[in-house]
């Protein structure tokens, strides 16, 4: 059974840095696309950054050359450094595992989650 676990969510104020990371169960370096996602309040879950296993790193575009995302194999530790932060920041952020095998000859594609840590950037 694959688990995350988010950590380091928190109250920030408009500018300011804050780090979140997520623990995985499993070896992040044989997890196909490892990301980050978020859901604001009334809106639906996006997109934030991702990590893929060979391949350039991606990034929203509200969130590029503000935040930066990175894993540690050996610790199996996503981490999402987030700087010059905005009120529009304000979201839960969730990790995700995306994994495709394949099983008899099929893909089998899974999408792992983690329950989320809440960030809140005050003006």
């Known amino acids: 059974q694959v688990q995350l676990v988010e950590s380091g969510g928190g109250l920030v104020q408009a500018g300011g840095s804050l780090t979140v990371s997520c623990a995985a169960s499993?070896?992040?370096?044989?997890?196909?696309?490892m990301a980050w996602y978020r859901q604001a309040p009334g809106k639906q879950r996006e997109l934030v950054a991702k990590i893929p296993d060979r391949g350039p790193t991606t990034y929203a575009d509200s969130v590029k050359g503000r935040f930066i995302i990175s894993k540690d194999n050996s610790k199996n530790i996503l981490a999402l450094q987030m700087n010059s932060l905005k009120p529009e920041d304000t979201a839960v952020y969730y990790c995700?595992?995306?994994?495709?095998?394949?099983?008899?000859?099929?893909?089998?594609?899974?999408?792992?989650w983690g329950e989320g840590t809440l960030v809140t950037v005050s003006t």
């Open positions: 499993i070896r992040i370096a044989r997890v196909n696309v």
């Open positions: 995700n595992a995306h994994i495709v095998d394949v099983v008899s000859g099929r893909w089998d594609v899974k999408d792992y």
